[in-house]
T-cell receptor, first 114, second 110 residues
Framework: GNSVTQMEGPVTLSEEAFLTINCTYT??????LFWYVQYPGEGLQLLLK?????DKGSNKGFEATYRKETTSFHLEKGSVQVSDSAVYFC?????????????FGKGTKLSVIP | DGGITQSPKYLFRKEGQNVTLSCEQN?????MYWYRQDPGQGLRLIYY???????QKGDIAEGYSVSREKKESFPLTVTSAQKNPTAFYLC?????????FGSGTRLTVV
């Protein structure tokens, strides 16, 4: 079946540090890939996405590139802020039979300290 | 504005009681989902529905029930058969790959 593996947290960084959260996937086909963010006590918000190989998704200074050869979609940000503290989920959708179910990784909690 | 509303935000129930969590959307989305979130386990799919009057079990459906009588509404009942119901529950709706999530209900069973 389909699955997503992302680096386990928690991750603690100082403000302005560089962030990488690794994500790899297994899928029987060509999925669309997503990063969602969850701020404390809230639901999930879409951060960025990529729908085909070599696409780069970007938003709010975060970037991720769809790497088909390594089945990866690592999340990066050059300079994190305290407001980036949240849980980050990597996910995929492999459409089939009219269904667009999300498969999630387990999430990585990021804490940014001043 | 269109969105998805979960209520209540916090819910406390005694062990052995059934409890129903509300989820309403005005996005005109056909598909709706319920997820359970526990620390370190990510989001696990409980039930989903792609059209009115139809729904399917997800990965952890035991001890839960749902109904989909209206397009806008997808309530989740946590029954007394659910062995460990204390968790954060998230509802979502989607059209193709575009998902919208509610803000969640934190259920605590005492």
């Amino acid at each position: 079946g389909n699955s997503v593996t992302q680096m386990e947290g928690p991750v603690t960084l100082s403000e302005e540090a560089f962030l990488t959260i690794n994500c790899t996937y297994t899928a029987t086909g060509y999925p669309s890939l997503f990063w969602y963010v969850q701020y404390p006590g809230e639901g999930l918000q879409l951060l960025l996405k990529a729908t085909k190989a070599d696409d780069k998704g970007s938003n709010k200074g975060f970037e991720a590139t769809y790497r088909k050869e390594t089945t990866s979609f690592h999340l990066e940000k050059g300079s994190v802020q305290v407001s980036d503290s949240a849980v980050y989920f990597c996910a995929l959708i492999l459409p089939g039979a009219g269904s667009y179910q999300l498969t999630f990784g387990k999430g990585t909690k990021l804490s940014v300290i001043p | 504005d269109g969105g998805i509303t979960q209520s209540p935000k916090y819910l406390f129930r005694k062990e052995g009681q059934n409890v129903t969590l509300s989820c309403e959307q005005n996005l005109n989305h056909d598909a709706m989902y319920w997820y359970r979130q526990d620390p370190g386990q990510g989001l696990r799919l409980i039930y989903y529905s792609q059209i009115v009057n139809d729904f399917q079990k997800g990965d952890i459906a035991e001890g839960y029930s749902v109904s989909r009588e209206k397009k806008e509404s997808f309530p989740l009942t946590v029954t007394s058969a659910q062995k460990n119901p204390t968790a954060f529950y998230l509802c979502a709706s989607s059209i193709m790959e575009g998902y919208t999530f509610g803000s969640g209900t934190r259920l605590t069973v005492v």
